[in-house]
């Protein structure tokens, strides 16, 4: 059997619709086409920040910087008399990430205080009160991909000021992630301390 075919006129249409968008993509998608990472722009340290809820990490050296208009908040039970409140940030395109946890006793109404960070999840911090978490997330090297960051050890300080809460941080690795014994990540994030 032979089949013959003629192109369709609305062939040529289809592709140009197709190609458009990817034309003022220039080297940068060319680049990830061809599986090599496109140039990543780091942080700069005298940068000023944006007004907003804003992030700040140091992790060997590098700084990592972000704001952001919106943060996401929720409270869970954690144990018996124990809410833990979870705190997220994020920059626009995801590539830096924020997240702190503290558990606080059931009725306190203020985030105020010292927190001894830890893995949520371990023995010691279940159901306990005045124990914290912080992750963080960096994926500013495309070669490397998402490097998580959480908590091991350290300590957690939560201040209010201007109406907002100031959480001040400095935490060592968990030994999955990061080895525990690697140099400390200290930071700061600050967000609206709401109603």
Do not use: K
Not at 40 to 66: I, K, M, T, Y
Not at 167 to 179: K, M, S
Request: with cysteine.
């Amino acid at each position: 059997m032979r089949i013959q075919g003629q192109m369709s006129p609305r062939l040529p249409l289809l592709f140009a619709l197709l190609l458009s968008p990817l034309a003022g993509c220039g080297d940068a998608w060319v680049a990830q086409a061809a599986g090599t990472p496109a140039p990543v722009v780091a942080p700069l340290a005298d940068e000023a920040p944006a007004a907003g809820n804003q992030a700040r990490f140091v992790v060997d050296g590098h700084e990592f910087r972000f704001s952001t208009p919106g943060i996401r908040r929720s409270r869970a039970r954690a144990g018996e008399g124990v809410v833990a409140h979870s705190i997220e940030l994020a920059n626009d395109d995801n590539s830096l990430y924020a997240r702190v946890v503290l558990q606080v006793p059931a009725g306190q109404g203020s985030l105020d205080g010292d927190y001894r960070a830890m893995p949520l999840g371990a023995p010691g911090a279940v159901g306990q009160a005045g124990v914290g978490e912080v992750v963080l997330a960096e994926e500013t090297d495309a070669r490397r991909g998402r490097r998580m960051l959480p908590s091991g050890s350290g300590s957690i300080r939560v201040r209010r000021e201007d109406g907002d809460y100031v959480v001040a941080f400095e935490v060592r690795g968990d030994d999955l992630f990061r080895p525990a014994d690697a140099p400390a990540i200290t930071g700061e994030l600050r967000f609206s301390a709401g109603s």
